[in-house]
């Protein structure tokens, strides 16, 4: 019994049923979670109801949007059947533009140096500390980093993991790269890939877990959707080959 | 004949029960009404929901069938896995899922079990028409993998999936896939069926 509650409190489950199964229960507790994919793969989907399925056990959690108005991130992906309205109202789930963060610094000015790249560091450490954030997701993080000096992203993500890894705040990053571009460099904890396959002219969308730290994941390759229950997932069907 | 037809394959299921993944091999005179067979007679003997794959039919031209047999037919669910490749109007509604073409199998799957999901836990009957028609589009190892994965999540789900084919027009690469991977392949109106 209380083997398995350490074994518990090491994962902290997305609660995305598919993606769990694959992962080993779920995300590690207090872990950097990076999810790169290409336009339109599904990242803002899977972080929104990593949040969702979060807010609906209890755990408060904050999405920073870097590209699109917070009024529009909901709009832009497959309503969640679990997903309640009160969810906001009561700010369990709350979705802010990275703007506002920028806004509190001293030198909020671009790009952003190695002092701002920190202060930026603080006031997400504050607002989690604050509000009692369990989940927080940044989607995606790569125009952030276009923003920063040389040097200074990298910092930051580490601190940043380092920050919510204490905190024990599972968090996910989204970025934002193309089928052949090598992945962005982002310090992390779990590491997942959605790309696009072709089959006779009709795409797939697929995801595959490169990387997942304490926990004996499966590499292969999912074919997933994203449905109204949530991120479903099948193994890709490779007729033998 | 073809109410013996009917009568044979509802027969068969009522032996085996759910989480058999069992293959007919139906006479095309026979076919239509195996189905109708299948989506009124047993779904409402024994109280059934029923996922119904079409991958020949546009799910639009079937519901049209039923209703004017005035077969009731709120228990059934499809994925159409041709409308998009036959260039159809889509109609989207709750009770049919678009997948945009039959080789998309991994989609086929992900499709039912979202089906699964938003059912309210009733026993299913899983209707995949035809296997023909998805070896026009499918080579065999590709379709033989996904009926594996497919027949597989639907036993662990004590559904009753059923695959419907003509026999006299497979080809024999796909009848071993089916042998292989299917509990029983059934030739309905024959006496020859293979079983394991």
Redesign the interface.
């Known amino acids: 019994m209380a083997a398995e509650k350490v074994v518990e409190e090491k994962r902290c489950p997305s609660g995305i049923e598919g993606l769990d199964r694959i992962v080993g229960g779920g995300f590690p507790n207090g872990g950097v979670i990076h999810i790169a994919g290409s336009y339109g793969s599904g990242k803002t989907s899977m972080a929104v109801e990593f949040l969702v399925r979060g807010a609906k056990e209890g755990q408060k959690g904050i999405l920073i949007t870097t590209t699109l108005a917070p009024e529009k991130v909901l709009d832009s992906v497959v309503r969640l059947d679990i997903f309640e309205d009160k969810m906001i109202k009561e700010k369990s789930l709350k979705i802010i533009d990275i703007e506002e963060v920028l806004e509190e610094l001293s030198h909020p000015r671009r790009p952003i140096d190695r002092n701002g790249a920190m202060e930026l560091l603080n006031e997400i450490e504050e607002m989690v500390s604050k509000q009692g954030i369990k989940r927080l997701a940044i989607d995606p993080i790569t125009p952030l980093l276009a923003d920063m000096e040389a040097g200074s992203g990298r910092d930051f993500l580490k601190k940043l993991g380092e920050a919510m890894n204490r905190r024990k705040v599972t968090t996910v990053i989204t970025s934002d790269c193309d089928e052949k571009s090598p992945l962005p460099e982002v310090p992390a904890d779990g590491l997942i890939r959605l790309s696009n396959i072709d089959r006779h002219g009709n795409n797939l969308r697929v995801l595959q877990v490169l990387k997942m730290a304490g926990t004996q994941h499966s590499h292969s390759r999912y074919v997933f959707d994203i449905t109204p229950c949530g991120l479903l997932t099948t193994p890709l069907i490779r007729g033998g080959h | 004949m073809t109410k013996e037809a009917v009568e044979e394959v509802i027969s068969k299921l009522q032996e085996v029960g759910p989480s058999v993944a069992t293959t007919f091999l139906i006479a095309p005179e026979n076919y239509f009404e195996v189905i109708t067979g299948l989506v009124d007679n047993f779904c409402h003997e024994n109280d059934l929901g029923c996922i119904y794959v079409t991958s020949s039919v546009p799910a639009k031209t079937l519901r049209n069938a039923l209703d004017s047999l005035e077969i009731e037919r709120n228990h059934v669910k499809f994925v159409d896995c041709i409308s998009y490749a036959t260039m159809q109007n889509i109609q989207e509604s709750d009770n049919t899922v678009f997948v945009?073409?039959p080789?998309?199998?991994?989609?086929i799957?992900?499709?039912t079990?979202?089906l699964f999901?938003?059912n309210d836990g009733k026993k299913m009957v899983v209707i995949i028409d035809s296997v023909n028609s998805l070896s026009l589009?499918n080579?065999a190892?590709?379709l033989?993998?996904?009926i594996q994965?497919l027949m597989s999540a639907l036993k662990a789900r004590e559904a009753y999936p059923i695959i419907l084919g003509i026999g006299d027009q497979l080809k024999p690469d796909v009848m071993e896939a089916l042998s292989l991977v299917c509990d029983q392949v059934i030739r309905i109106g024959n006496r020859t069926s293979n079983s394991s």
């Open positions: 945009e073409s080789s998309l199998l991994e989609n799957i992900l499709s079990e979202y999901k938003k589009h080579d190892r590709m033989t993998e996904f994965v």
